[in-house]
């Protein structure tokens, strides 16, 4: 496989670059102009210079690659039009560039989102309409949509992973830095059940959507058949660094406004805070549960490592890191 990945500098994309250089697979990775590329400097990978919504970048990096994974993106945003700008039209961008500068691509993989099919508390399926609820899952769900109407010109296919766990995870590092302070964060109402993937789990799903013919034209969850719920996640984080955690139960209402002052803040500061009214849209959502039928029927595809496991490498990677200060005397961290 001659693969270029998008997105590469990114929690998912690293993963899913060491995965195929485990396989043995020639490499490129797109970095952003002022990326910094030493965290992919290994033999074997071609970095790229260039950015999605430049579409003078894209030719060079697509040219002479049979399989293109597009995971670059952006998750945090205080403008609609930036979402769509980078994932939807940056999607299309890079289709074109794809037909005419790859005429042997097999494989165009795009990285979407649950997000992209909207919030559920029994579980989405691939066969249902696209919902999304706010601004980040409409640019995924238009990315969807411009991608799957390629599927006649183009060899196409769509991941929808749910909530990403695991070592270098930045979007649930708030949460763990919560639980090392011994609190766990709830919400007043109903509970709300959530899907997960372990980051590795989920870069060997994106390789099998290369791989198989089945997946042409087609979307798959891609998620542990296990589900937990907000306070599971930081009840599980606490355990991991080896806290006895205290409760803190919000009403919604303060929740919406914390997440609209986040926002105005982030602008004034002209940096983005942990919260936000995404966050909050998330949060409060009934739920974010996917079916796993569909990848595990068609693909073979079954995640492996369970909520404690991917809780428990993310802690310990986090200590590793100094992104949270270990507990002295806490307990190992299972691996």
Known sequence: MKALVT????????ALVRALRR?????????????????????GVEIARGDVTDPSSLPGAVAGRDVVFHL??????TRREDFLAVNAEGTRLLLEACRARAPGLRRFVLAGSLAAAGPSATGRREEEPLAPAEWYGESKAEAERIALGWKDRLPV???????????????????????????VVGVSGPPRSLSFVDVEDCARGL???????????EAFFLAHRERTDLEGLQREAARALGVTPRTVRLPEGF????????????????????L????????????????????RRILGFEATVGLAESVGKSARWYEEQGWI????????IPG
Request: proline share 9%; net charge positive.
């Open 7 to 14: 997105g590469a500098g990114g929690f998912l994309g690293t």
């Open 23 to 43: 396989e043995g697979h020639e490499l490129r990775a797109l970095l952003r102009p002022g990326g910094a590329a030493e965290p992919l400097a290994a033999p």
């Open 72 to 77: 670059a993106g952006v998750r945090r945003g």
């Open 157 to 183: 296919t769509v991941a929808r992973p749910p909530r990403i766990t695991g070592p270098g995870d930045r979007e649930n590092l708030y949460f763990f830095r919560l639980a090392r302070r011994g609190v």
């Open 207 to 217: 390789l099998l959507l290369a791989a198989r013919p089945e997946a042409v034209g």
């Open 255 to 274: 929740l919406r406004a914390a997440g609209a002052a986040a926002d105005g803040a982030s602008r004034l500061l002209g940096r983005r805070l942990p």
């Open 276 to 295: 936000s009214r995404k966050m909050v849209g998330q949060i409060l959502a009934p739920g974010w549960t996917c079916d796993t039928g569909k990848a």
């Open 325 to 332: 200060r270990p507990v002295r005397g806490g307990p190992q």
